[in-house]
C-alpha cells in the first residue's frame, strides 16, 4: 500500500483564492511527522509546513495551513490568498516515528494561479 | 551560509563515465539521504546515513556508491554512468530520530544529471 496518496495530479487555482491540496497517509506507527514541501520550476524543494501526529492543533505558517484528520489520516495543505508565486509542484511527505529515517513522499500535485 | 549544498547543479556527461556529485550540510544534522526525481517528477529515496553509517539503502545498482567522510557529508559516486540515471537528485538532512518528534528534512538544490 502507498504510505502517502496525492489524488490531485494537476490544479488550477484563481489568484486571491484558496486552495485545498489532498494528502493521506498509512501508518500504523503512533508517532509520525506529516510534511508539505514546495518545489517551483526552478527545482528547489522548500519545506512549508509540519504537523506531528500528537499534536493538538492543527499546524499554520503564514498562509499556509495544514487540516489534519487523524481519524481519516488525511493532512490536506490549505493555502490561502493563492498568489501567483505559488505555482509549483507541492509534496506531502511522511516520517514514522519508530521505522528508521525513512520519509515517504506522494507523486505530488502541480498548482497553477491564474491571473 | 547555505544550509544545505550540493555540487555541482548540473553534471552533463557522457554513457559509460563514472562521476560524483558532493553534499554538505551546515546544520549539524546526524542524518543525511540521497533521492533521485525522474522526468515524472517521483521523488525515491536512495540512500540514507546516519552518523556516517548506512541505514537505509534501497534498491538501486551498485553503481550507486554513497560516501560519507564525516557527519557534514554524503558524496554519491556513479560507475559507469547508464542513459536511465538522467534525472534530477537532492541531497537531504534532517536531525537524528527522536521517536516523539520526528524532524524536518531540509534539501540541498538538486543536481541535474543528464547522461548522453
Known amino acids: 500500500a502507498q504510505k502517502i496518496t496525492q489524488t490531485q495530479p494537476g490544479m488550477f487555482v484563481q489568484e486571491k483564492e484558496a486552495v485545498t491540496l489532498d494528502c493521506t497517509y498509512d501508518t500504523s506507527d503512533p508517532s509520525y511527522g506529516l510534511f508539505w514541501y514546495k518545489q517551483p520550476s526552478s527545482g528547489e524543494m522548500i519545506f512549508l509546513i509540519y504537523?506531528?501526529?500528537?499534536?493538538?492543533q492543527n499546524a499554520t505558517e503564514g498562509r499556509y495551513s495544514l487540516n489534519f484528520q487523524k481519524a481519516r489520516k488525511s493532512a490536506n495543505l490549505v493555502i490561502s490568498a493563492s498568489q501567483l508565486g505559488d505555482s509549483a509542484m507541492y509534496f506531502c511527505?511522511?516520517?514514522?516515528?519508530?521505522?528508521?529515517?525513512?520519509?515517504?513522499f506522494g507523486t505530488g500535485t502541480s498548482l497553477t494561479v491564474i491571473p | 551560509d547555505t544550509a544545505v549544498s550540493q555540487t555541482p547543479k548540473y553534471l552533463v556527461t557522457q554513457m559509460g563515465n563514472d562521476k560524483s556529485i558532493k553534499c554538505e550540510q551546515n546544520l549539524g544534522h546526524d542524518t543525511m539521504y540521497w533521492y533521485k526525481q525522474d522526468s515524472k517528477k517521483f521523488l525515491k529515496i536512495m540512500f540514507s546515513?546516519?552518523?556516517?553509517?548506512?541505514?537505509i539503502n534501497e534498491t538501486v545498482p551498485n553503481r550507486f556508491s554513497p560516501k560519507s567522510p564525516d557527519k557534514a557529508h554524503l558524496n554519491l559516486h556513479i560507475n559507469s554512468l547508464e542513459l536511465g540515471d538522467s534525472a534530477v537528485y537532492f541531497c537531504a538532512s534532517s536531525q537524528a530520530l527522536r521517536v516523539f518528534k520526528p524532524d524536518t528534512q531540509y534539501f540541498g538544490p538538486g543536481t541535474r544529471l543528464t547522461v548522453l
Open positions: 504537523q506531528g501526529s500528537y499534536d493538538q
Open positions: 546515513y546516519n552518523n556516517k553509517e548506512l541505514i
Open positions: 511527505a511522511m516520517r514514522e516515528g519508530g521505522a528508521g529515517n525513512q520519509f515517504y
